[in-house]
Protein backbone atom coordinates (compact mmCIF):
# COMPACT_ATOMS: atom_id res chain seq x y z
CA UNK A 1 0.00 0.00 0.00
CA UNK A 2 1.12 3.84 -0.39
CA UNK A 3 3.22 5.02 2.46
CA UNK A 4 1.21 6.00 5.64
CA UNK A 5 0.67 9.85 6.37
CA UNK A 6 1.78 10.95 9.86
CA UNK A 7 -0.85 13.57 9.83
CA UNK A 8 2.03 15.48 11.95
CA UNK A 9 0.21 19.26 13.00
CA UNK A 10 2.02 22.24 11.33
CA UNK A 11 4.28 23.73 14.42
CA UNK A 12 4.00 19.78 15.66
CA UNK A 13 7.41 17.86 16.59
CA UNK A 14 6.52 13.86 17.32
CA UNK A 15 8.59 11.67 18.67
CA UNK A 16 9.88 7.88 17.65
CA UNK A 17 11.38 5.70 20.10
CA UNK A 18 11.88 1.80 20.63
CA UNK A 19 10.22 0.61 23.20
CA UNK A 20 12.43 -2.77 23.80
CA UNK A 21 16.16 -3.00 23.67
CA UNK A 22 16.99 -1.62 19.80
CA UNK A 23 16.48 -2.96 16.48
CA UNK A 24 12.54 -2.69 16.57
CA UNK A 25 12.55 -1.47 13.30
CA UNK A 26 12.94 2.11 13.97
CA UNK A 27 14.52 3.05 10.72
CA UNK A 28 12.05 1.08 8.56
CA UNK A 29 8.95 2.92 10.87
CA UNK A 30 10.90 6.83 10.89
CA UNK A 31 11.31 6.08 7.11
CA UNK A 32 8.17 5.34 6.46
CA UNK A 33 6.47 8.30 8.45
CA UNK A 34 8.95 10.46 7.61
CA UNK A 35 6.71 10.85 4.22
CA UNK A 36 5.54 13.97 5.19
CA UNK A 37 7.82 15.94 7.91
CA UNK A 38 9.97 18.94 7.34
CA UNK A 39 12.78 17.93 9.42
CA UNK A 40 13.82 14.35 11.08
CA UNK A 41 16.63 14.45 13.74
CA UNK A 42 18.73 12.20 15.65
CA UNK A 43 18.78 13.46 19.44
CA UNK A 44 20.99 10.63 20.93
CA UNK A 45 23.56 7.84 20.73
CA UNK A 46 26.08 7.63 17.93
CA UNK A 47 27.11 5.05 15.28
CA UNK A 48 26.44 2.02 17.88
CA UNK A 49 23.11 2.26 16.42
CA UNK A 50 21.78 0.70 13.16
CA UNK A 51 19.28 1.37 11.64
CA UNK A 52 17.96 -0.51 7.92
CA UNK A 53 15.57 1.30 5.86
CA UNK A 54 14.53 -0.96 2.64
CA UNK A 55 13.06 1.04 -0.69
CA UNK A 56 12.60 -1.14 -2.97
CA UNK A 57 15.94 -3.22 -3.96
CA UNK A 58 17.85 -0.47 -2.51
CA UNK A 59 18.69 -1.33 1.55
CA UNK A 60 20.60 1.38 3.30
CA UNK A 61 22.11 0.87 6.93
CA UNK A 62 22.32 4.14 8.48
CA UNK A 63 24.47 4.35 11.38
CA UNK A 64 24.82 8.00 12.15
CA UNK A 65 22.70 9.30 9.45
CA UNK A 66 18.77 10.45 10.22
CA UNK A 67 16.72 7.56 8.76
CA UNK A 68 14.60 10.53 6.92
CA UNK A 69 17.44 10.72 4.51
CA UNK A 70 15.58 9.26 1.44
CA UNK A 71 13.35 11.74 1.22
CA UNK A 72 14.81 15.29 -0.77
CA UNK A 73 12.17 17.50 1.44
CA UNK A 74 13.47 16.04 4.65
CA UNK A 75 16.31 17.90 6.35
CA UNK A 76 18.14 15.41 8.57
CA UNK A 77 19.39 16.37 11.58
CA UNK A 78 22.21 15.66 14.24
CA UNK A 79 21.29 16.78 16.56
CA UNK A 80 22.66 18.14 20.52
CA UNK A 81 22.73 15.18 22.28
CA UNK A 82 24.67 12.92 19.71
CA UNK A 83 27.96 11.40 19.85
CA UNK A 84 29.85 11.71 16.76
CA UNK A 85 32.53 9.81 15.21
CA UNK A 86 33.75 11.88 12.39
CA UNK A 87 35.75 9.52 10.11
CA UNK A 88 32.85 7.35 10.50
CA UNK A 89 30.03 9.54 9.61
CA UNK A 90 32.12 11.02 6.57
CA UNK A 91 32.38 7.33 5.49
CA UNK A 92 28.74 6.96 5.80
CA UNK A 93 28.05 10.08 3.57
CA UNK A 94 30.36 8.85 1.06
CA UNK A 95 28.17 5.43 0.87
CA UNK A 96 25.11 7.35 0.60
CA UNK A 97 26.64 9.70 -2.13
CA UNK A 98 28.03 6.33 -4.07
CA UNK A 99 24.16 5.26 -3.59
CA UNK A 100 23.07 8.52 -5.15
CA UNK A 101 21.49 9.89 -2.52
CA UNK A 102 21.69 13.74 -1.62
CA UNK A 103 23.03 14.24 1.75
CA UNK A 104 24.15 18.29 1.37
CA UNK A 105 21.17 19.16 3.05
CA UNK A 106 22.36 17.30 6.78
CA UNK A 107 22.77 19.77 9.53
CA UNK A 108 25.23 18.94 12.59
CA UNK A 109 24.63 20.44 15.85
CA UNK A 110 28.10 21.98 17.21
CA UNK A 111 27.72 20.62 20.63
CA UNK A 112 27.22 17.49 19.65
CA UNK A 113 30.34 15.68 21.36
CA UNK A 114 33.28 14.06 19.34
CA UNK A 115 34.17 10.13 19.39
CA UNK A 116 37.88 10.34 20.07
CA UNK A 117 40.08 7.72 19.04
CA UNK A 118 40.93 6.73 22.97
CA UNK A 119 37.16 6.14 23.34
CA UNK A 120 37.19 3.61 21.14
CA UNK A 121 40.21 1.62 22.37
CA UNK A 122 38.95 2.16 26.11
CA UNK A 123 35.74 0.61 24.81
CA UNK A 124 37.64 -2.40 24.00
CA UNK A 125 39.68 -2.58 26.68
CA UNK A 126 37.60 -2.19 29.66
CA UNK A 127 34.97 -4.56 27.74
CA UNK A 128 38.20 -7.23 27.98
CA UNK A 129 38.70 -6.20 31.37
CA UNK A 130 35.43 -6.98 32.77
CA UNK A 131 35.73 -10.96 31.34
CA UNK A 132 32.61 -12.67 31.72
CA UNK A 133 31.14 -9.70 33.42
CA UNK A 134 31.11 -7.53 30.08
CA UNK A 135 28.41 -5.34 28.74
CA UNK A 136 28.89 -6.34 24.75
CA UNK A 137 29.19 -3.11 23.98
CA UNK A 138 29.32 -2.34 20.27
CA UNK A 139 32.98 -1.56 21.14
CA UNK A 140 32.27 2.05 19.32
CA UNK A 141 33.59 3.98 22.01
CA UNK A 142 30.14 5.50 23.46
CA UNK A 143 30.28 4.81 26.41
CA UNK A 144 33.60 6.58 27.40
CA UNK A 145 32.41 9.33 24.70
CA UNK A 146 29.30 10.49 27.03
CA UNK A 147 31.31 9.49 30.10
CA UNK A 148 34.13 12.59 29.07
CA UNK A 149 30.84 14.46 28.55
CA UNK A 150 29.26 13.84 32.07
CA UNK A 151 33.44 14.56 33.52
CA UNK A 152 33.27 17.76 31.10
CA UNK A 153 36.40 16.93 29.49
CA UNK A 154 34.43 15.93 26.26
CA UNK A 155 35.66 17.41 23.17
CA UNK A 156 32.44 18.62 20.88
CA UNK A 157 31.62 18.87 17.21
CA UNK A 158 32.69 22.93 17.36
CA UNK A 159 35.48 22.78 19.12
CA UNK A 160 36.99 21.56 15.37
CA UNK A 161 36.63 24.65 14.39
CA UNK A 162 39.10 26.40 17.19
CA UNK A 163 41.87 24.46 16.48
CA UNK A 164 44.06 25.90 19.32
CA UNK A 165 41.20 25.40 22.14
CA UNK A 166 40.43 21.47 20.12
CA UNK A 167 44.40 21.12 21.15
CA UNK A 168 44.41 22.77 24.73
CA UNK A 169 41.68 20.59 25.66
CA UNK A 170 42.69 17.63 23.99
CA UNK A 171 46.39 17.89 25.63
CA UNK A 172 44.53 17.81 28.99
CA UNK A 173 42.43 14.71 28.65
CA UNK A 174 45.22 13.22 26.83
CA UNK A 175 47.88 12.96 29.60
CA UNK A 176 45.03 11.00 31.78
CA UNK A 177 44.07 8.73 29.30
CA UNK A 178 47.12 7.73 28.02
CA UNK A 179 48.15 6.91 31.90
CA UNK A 180 44.99 4.90 31.72
CA UNK A 181 46.24 3.06 28.56
CA UNK A 182 49.13 2.78 29.43
CA UNK A 183 49.42 2.22 33.28
CA UNK A 184 46.06 0.21 33.94
CA UNK A 185 45.46 -1.67 30.34
CA UNK A 186 49.05 -2.36 29.49
CA UNK A 187 48.30 -0.67 25.44
CA UNK A 188 50.34 1.99 23.56
CA UNK A 189 49.85 5.61 24.84
CA UNK A 190 48.35 7.80 21.34
CA UNK A 191 50.14 11.38 20.30
CA UNK A 192 48.27 14.42 20.21
CA UNK A 193 49.80 15.75 17.23
CA UNK A 194 48.15 12.39 15.19
CA UNK A 195 45.03 13.32 16.43
CA UNK A 196 45.02 16.79 15.64
CA UNK A 197 46.09 16.10 12.36
CA UNK A 198 43.52 13.23 11.96
CA UNK A 199 40.89 15.39 13.10
CA UNK A 200 41.79 18.71 11.18
CA UNK A 201 40.72 16.89 7.63
CA UNK A 202 37.55 15.92 9.47
CA UNK A 203 36.89 19.40 10.00
CA UNK A 204 37.44 20.86 6.92
CA UNK A 205 34.95 17.89 5.47
CA UNK A 206 32.37 18.36 7.85
CA UNK A 207 31.90 22.17 7.69
CA UNK A 208 29.45 22.53 5.50
CA UNK A 209 27.35 20.75 7.49
CA UNK A 210 27.85 22.34 10.99
CA UNK A 211 24.80 24.22 12.01
CA UNK A 212 22.84 25.94 14.87
CA UNK A 213 20.14 23.04 15.42
CA UNK A 214 18.30 24.06 17.86
CA UNK A 215 17.97 27.46 16.73
CA UNK A 216 17.10 25.96 13.23
CA UNK A 217 14.69 23.16 14.34
CA UNK A 218 13.10 26.62 16.49
CA UNK A 219 12.34 29.20 13.23
CA UNK A 220 11.14 25.40 12.07
CA UNK A 221 8.42 25.05 14.33
CA UNK A 222 7.54 28.84 14.57
CA UNK A 223 7.06 28.41 10.73
CA UNK A 224 4.28 25.66 10.90
CA UNK A 225 7.02 22.80 9.81
CA UNK A 226 7.34 19.75 11.42
CA UNK A 227 9.66 17.86 13.34
CA UNK A 228 10.66 13.77 13.80
CA UNK A 229 12.70 12.99 16.53
CA UNK A 230 14.32 10.00 15.91
CA UNK A 231 15.28 7.31 18.90
CA UNK A 232 18.38 5.09 18.60
CA UNK A 233 18.50 2.14 20.73
CA UNK A 234 15.29 1.49 22.84
CA UNK A 235 13.86 2.31 26.35
CA UNK A 236 15.49 -1.01 28.54
CA UNK A 237 18.61 0.65 27.03
CA UNK A 238 18.07 4.03 28.55
CA UNK A 239 20.67 4.85 31.12
CA UNK A 240 18.35 5.75 33.88
CA UNK A 241 15.42 3.51 32.69
CA UNK A 242 16.50 0.90 31.24
CA UNK A 243 18.04 -2.73 32.94
CA UNK A 244 21.25 -0.62 34.15
CA UNK A 245 24.10 -1.73 33.95
CA UNK A 246 22.95 -3.66 30.26
CA UNK A 247 22.10 0.02 28.74
CA UNK A 248 23.77 2.43 26.72
CA UNK A 249 25.15 5.54 27.56
CA UNK A 250 22.30 8.16 26.84
CA UNK A 251 18.61 8.50 27.07
CA UNK A 252 16.77 7.04 23.79
CA UNK A 253 13.25 7.69 26.28
CA UNK A 254 11.04 10.46 24.93
CA UNK A 255 12.44 13.08 27.51
CA UNK A 256 15.85 12.65 25.82
CA UNK A 257 14.61 13.54 22.88
CA UNK A 258 14.22 17.38 24.64
CA UNK A 259 17.39 17.55 26.02
CA UNK A 260 19.09 15.82 22.90
CA UNK A 261 17.28 18.47 20.46
CA UNK A 262 16.61 21.30 22.84
CA UNK A 263 13.23 21.80 21.86
CA UNK A 264 10.36 21.75 24.85
CA UNK A 265 7.47 19.68 26.09
CA UNK A 266 5.47 21.82 24.47
CA UNK A 267 6.29 20.64 21.08
CA UNK A 268 5.90 17.52 21.13
CA UNK A 269 2.74 16.16 20.34
CA UNK A 270 2.42 12.23 19.91
CA UNK A 271 5.46 9.83 21.17
CA UNK A 272 5.10 6.71 19.02
CA UNK A 273 6.45 3.72 20.32
CA UNK A 274 7.87 1.03 17.53
CA UNK A 275 7.64 -2.25 19.53
CA UNK A 276 8.65 -5.91 17.66
CA UNK A 277 5.99 -8.51 17.67
CA UNK A 278 8.74 -10.51 19.67
CA UNK A 279 11.42 -9.14 21.69
CA UNK A 280 15.31 -9.58 20.98
CA UNK A 281 18.19 -8.33 22.71
CA UNK A 282 21.72 -8.06 21.56
CA UNK A 283 24.35 -7.87 24.28
CA UNK A 284 24.41 -9.34 28.13
CA UNK A 285 21.83 -8.61 30.57
CA UNK A 286 18.41 -10.34 31.95
CA UNK A 287 15.84 -11.25 29.25
CA UNK A 288 12.70 -12.88 31.41
CA UNK A 289 10.86 -14.20 27.96
CA UNK A 290 14.32 -15.30 26.26
CA UNK A 291 14.37 -18.40 24.23
CA UNK A 292 17.34 -20.16 23.63
CA UNK A 293 19.23 -19.46 20.71
CA UNK A 294 22.78 -21.26 20.08
CA UNK A 295 26.17 -18.73 19.62
CA UNK A 296 23.85 -15.55 20.82
CA UNK A 297 26.54 -13.40 23.16
CA UNK A 298 24.98 -13.46 26.76
CA UNK A 299 22.02 -15.90 26.42
CA UNK A 300 20.34 -16.89 29.39
CA UNK A 301 17.89 -18.89 28.48
CA UNK A 302 17.20 -22.37 29.74
CA UNK A 303 14.64 -24.72 28.11
CA UNK A 304 14.81 -28.03 26.10
CA UNK A 305 14.66 -28.88 22.52
CA UNK A 306 11.50 -27.70 21.86
CA UNK A 307 12.61 -24.22 23.04
CA UNK A 308 15.62 -24.04 21.48
CA UNK A 309 13.81 -24.95 18.22
CA UNK A 310 11.40 -21.67 18.53
CA UNK A 311 14.30 -19.82 19.64
CA UNK A 312 16.67 -21.12 16.60
CA UNK A 313 12.98 -20.23 14.06
CA UNK A 314 12.12 -16.85 15.34
CA UNK A 315 15.81 -15.86 14.92
CA UNK A 316 16.62 -17.17 11.33
CA UNK A 317 13.16 -16.65 10.48
CA UNK A 318 13.55 -12.94 11.99
CA UNK A 319 17.26 -12.72 10.59
CA UNK A 320 17.91 -11.43 13.54
CA UNK A 321 21.57 -10.23 12.93
CA UNK A 322 22.93 -7.30 14.43
CA UNK A 323 23.10 -4.49 11.73
CA UNK A 324 26.33 -2.82 13.49
CA UNK A 325 28.06 -5.57 14.54
CA UNK A 326 26.83 -8.87 13.01
CA UNK A 327 26.26 -10.51 15.87
CA UNK A 328 23.59 -13.12 16.38
CA UNK A 329 20.39 -11.51 18.67
CA UNK A 330 18.56 -13.33 21.32
CA UNK A 331 15.01 -13.17 20.56
CA UNK A 332 12.11 -14.32 23.03
CA UNK A 333 8.22 -13.85 23.49
CA UNK A 334 6.21 -10.77 23.67
CA UNK A 335 6.91 -9.07 26.76
CA UNK A 336 3.42 -7.19 28.00
CA UNK A 337 5.05 -5.92 31.37
CA UNK A 338 7.88 -4.25 29.30
CA UNK A 339 5.68 -3.31 27.00
CA UNK A 340 3.54 -1.16 29.84
CA UNK A 341 6.45 0.15 31.31
CA UNK A 342 7.95 1.93 28.25
CA UNK A 343 4.19 3.47 27.61
CA UNK A 344 4.53 4.90 31.11
CA UNK A 345 7.98 6.21 30.29
CA UNK A 346 7.90 7.59 27.31
CA UNK A 347 4.16 8.78 27.44
CA UNK A 348 3.38 6.77 24.68
CA UNK A 349 0.58 8.00 22.52
CA UNK A 350 0.73 5.46 20.18
CA UNK A 351 2.33 1.94 19.07
CA UNK A 352 3.88 1.16 15.42
CA UNK A 353 4.51 -2.89 15.73
CA UNK A 354 6.71 -4.65 13.35
CA UNK A 355 7.85 -7.99 12.27
CA UNK A 356 4.05 -9.50 12.46
CA UNK A 357 4.71 -11.53 9.64
CA UNK A 358 8.01 -14.03 11.34
CA UNK A 359 4.97 -15.14 13.98
CA UNK A 360 3.32 -16.23 11.02
CA UNK A 361 6.25 -19.44 11.64
CA UNK A 362 4.57 -20.80 14.87
CA UNK A 363 1.12 -22.76 15.63
CA UNK A 364 0.91 -21.02 19.11
CA UNK A 365 2.15 -18.05 20.44
CA UNK A 366 3.19 -16.95 23.72
CA UNK A 367 2.61 -13.92 25.53
CA UNK A 368 4.24 -12.68 28.98
CA UNK A 369 1.58 -10.89 30.79
CA UNK A 370 3.53 -10.55 34.18
CA UNK A 371 5.99 -11.89 36.22
CA UNK A 372 6.29 -14.19 39.03
CA UNK A 373 8.24 -13.84 41.87
CA UNK A 374 8.77 -15.52 45.27
CA UNK A 375 5.16 -16.69 44.92
CA UNK A 376 4.48 -12.59 43.90
CA UNK A 377 2.54 -11.58 40.44
CA UNK A 378 3.73 -8.40 38.77
CA UNK A 379 2.08 -6.10 36.29
CA UNK A 380 4.19 -3.79 36.32
CA UNK A 381 8.19 -3.53 35.80
CA UNK A 382 9.49 -4.61 39.43
CA UNK A 383 11.13 -1.65 41.19
CA UNK A 384 14.54 -3.86 42.07
CA UNK A 385 16.78 -5.52 39.02
CA UNK A 386 16.94 -8.80 41.43
CA UNK A 387 13.34 -9.71 41.38
CA UNK A 388 13.99 -8.82 37.29
CA UNK A 389 16.66 -10.84 37.21
CA UNK A 390 15.05 -13.46 38.65
CA UNK A 391 11.58 -12.59 37.22
CA UNK A 392 9.25 -15.81 35.84
CA UNK A 393 7.17 -15.09 32.85
CA UNK A 394 3.31 -15.56 33.56
CA UNK A 395 2.47 -16.52 29.69
CA UNK A 396 -0.79 -17.00 28.39
CA UNK A 397 -1.36 -18.78 24.75
CA UNK A 398 -2.81 -17.72 21.97
CA UNK A 399 -3.02 -19.51 18.84
CA UNK A 400 -1.06 -18.91 15.70
CA UNK A 401 -2.17 -18.46 11.78
CA UNK A 402 0.27 -20.17 9.76
CA UNK A 403 -0.54 -18.38 6.51
CA UNK A 404 1.85 -16.20 4.93
CA UNK A 405 1.07 -12.48 5.78
CA UNK A 406 3.88 -10.36 3.63
CA UNK A 407 1.36 -9.33 1.03
CA UNK A 408 -1.27 -8.62 2.76
CA UNK A 409 -2.65 -4.91 1.72
CA UNK A 410 -5.06 -4.37 4.49
CA UNK A 411 -5.39 -4.68 7.93
CA UNK A 412 -8.60 -6.56 8.00
CA UNK A 413 -7.28 -8.96 5.68
CA UNK A 414 -5.06 -10.46 8.24
CA UNK A 415 -6.10 -14.03 9.32
CA UNK A 416 -8.50 -13.37 12.07
CA UNK A 417 -5.85 -15.01 14.60
CA UNK A 418 -3.10 -12.50 13.61
CA UNK A 419 -5.70 -9.46 14.37
CA UNK A 420 -7.08 -11.46 17.75
CA UNK A 421 -2.93 -11.71 18.38
CA UNK A 422 -2.28 -7.37 17.17
CA UNK A 423 -6.01 -6.99 19.56
CA UNK A 424 -4.62 -8.80 22.69
CA UNK A 425 -0.83 -7.07 22.64
CA UNK A 426 -3.20 -3.63 22.60
CA UNK A 427 -5.03 -4.03 25.40
CA UNK A 428 -2.15 -5.55 27.64
CA UNK A 429 -0.05 -2.58 26.35
CA UNK A 430 -2.36 -0.07 27.19
CA UNK A 431 -1.43 2.11 24.00
CA UNK A 432 -3.18 1.78 20.86
CA UNK A 433 -1.62 0.25 18.08
CA UNK A 434 -1.93 2.67 15.00
CA UNK A 435 0.23 0.63 12.55
CA UNK A 436 1.37 -2.87 11.80
CA UNK A 437 4.58 -3.89 9.78
CA UNK A 438 4.52 -7.17 7.86
CA UNK A 439 7.68 -6.99 6.27
CA UNK A 440 10.71 -5.22 5.54
CA UNK A 441 9.79 -2.60 2.45
CA UNK A 442 7.72 0.36 2.89
CA UNK A 443 4.79 -0.88 1.32
CA UNK A 444 4.66 -3.33 4.15
CA UNK A 445 2.65 -2.00 6.17
CA UNK A 446 -1.03 -1.53 7.50
CA UNK A 447 -2.64 0.78 8.70
CA UNK A 448 -4.92 -0.20 11.71
CA UNK A 449 -8.65 1.29 11.54
P1 LIG B 1 16.29 -0.52 14.19
O1 LIG B 1 17.63 -0.52 14.82
O2 LIG B 1 15.19 -0.38 15.22
O3 LIG B 1 16.14 0.45 13.07
O4 LIG B 1 16.10 -1.98 13.58
P2 LIG B 1 17.18 -2.79 12.68
O5 LIG B 1 17.22 -2.17 11.34
O6 LIG B 1 18.46 -2.95 13.41
O7 LIG B 1 16.51 -4.22 12.65
C1 LIG B 1 15.23 -4.43 12.15
C2 LIG B 1 15.32 -5.43 10.99
O8 LIG B 1 14.04 -5.92 10.70
C3 LIG B 1 15.83 -4.82 9.71
O9 LIG B 1 16.55 -5.77 9.00
C4 LIG B 1 14.55 -4.45 8.96
O10 LIG B 1 14.71 -4.41 7.55
C5 LIG B 1 13.67 -5.58 9.37
N1 LIG B 1 12.24 -5.28 9.45
C6 LIG B 1 11.62 -4.13 9.85
N2 LIG B 1 10.28 -4.31 9.89
C7 LIG B 1 10.05 -5.59 9.51
C8 LIG B 1 8.87 -6.40 9.42
O11 LIG B 1 7.75 -5.96 9.65
N3 LIG B 1 9.04 -7.69 9.02
C9 LIG B 1 10.26 -8.22 8.75
N4 LIG B 1 10.33 -9.49 8.39
N5 LIG B 1 11.39 -7.50 8.84
C10 LIG B 1 11.29 -6.20 9.24
P1 LIG C 1 19.61 0.44 17.39
O1 LIG C 1 19.47 1.95 17.30
C1 LIG C 1 20.51 -2.98 19.93
C2 LIG C 1 23.50 -2.40 23.07
C3 LIG C 1 24.80 -3.15 22.94
C4 LIG C 1 25.14 -3.37 24.41
C5 LIG C 1 24.66 -2.08 25.06
C6 LIG C 1 25.76 -1.05 25.29
O2 LIG C 1 20.06 -0.21 16.15
O3 LIG C 1 18.38 -0.15 17.99
P2 LIG C 1 27.05 0.57 23.62
O4 LIG C 1 27.93 0.27 22.45
O5 LIG C 1 25.86 1.41 23.28
O6 LIG C 1 27.80 1.13 24.80
O7 LIG C 1 26.51 -0.88 24.09
O8 LIG C 1 23.68 -1.54 24.18
N1 LIG C 1 23.14 -1.57 21.90
C7 LIG C 1 22.18 -1.87 21.03
N2 LIG C 1 21.40 -2.97 20.93
N3 LIG C 1 20.34 -1.96 19.06
C8 LIG C 1 21.08 -0.83 19.16
O9 LIG C 1 20.84 0.26 18.42
C9 LIG C 1 22.08 -0.79 20.15
N4 LIG C 1 23.01 0.14 20.50
C10 LIG C 1 23.64 -0.35 21.59
O10 LIG C 1 24.63 -4.37 22.24
O11 LIG C 1 24.36 -4.41 24.93
MG1 LIG D 1 19.35 -1.66 14.90
Known amino acids: MTPQRMGAAP ?167 NALLSR ?17 VYAERLRPYIADTMALLHDALEAGETVLLEGAQGTLLDLDHGTYPFVTSSNPVAGGALTGSGLGPKHVGRVIGITKAYVTRVGTGPFP ?41 RVGWFDAVLARYAARVNGLTEHFLTKLDVLSEFDELKVCRAYRYQGEEYEHFPPHQSIFHHAEPVYETLPGWRTDITAVTHYHDLPKEAQAYVDRLEQL ?14 TQTLERG
Not at 302 to 323: F, H, N, Q, S
Not at 429 to 442: C, E, H, L, M, Y
Open 289 to 329: TELPVEGALGCLAKGGPEEADIGRRMADVGKELGTTTGRRR
Open 184 to 200: VYNRMPMKAADIETEYT
Open 11 to 177: GEALVIVGTQWGDEGKGKATDLLADDVDYVVRYQGGNNAGHTIVVGNTVLKLHLVPSGVMYPRVTPVIGDGVVVDPGVLLDELDELLAQGLDVSQLKISGNAHLIMPYHRELDAVTERHLGRQKLGTTKRGIGPCYADKAARVGLRVQDLYDMKIFRQKLDVVLKEK
Open 429 to 442: AGVPIRWVSVGPAR
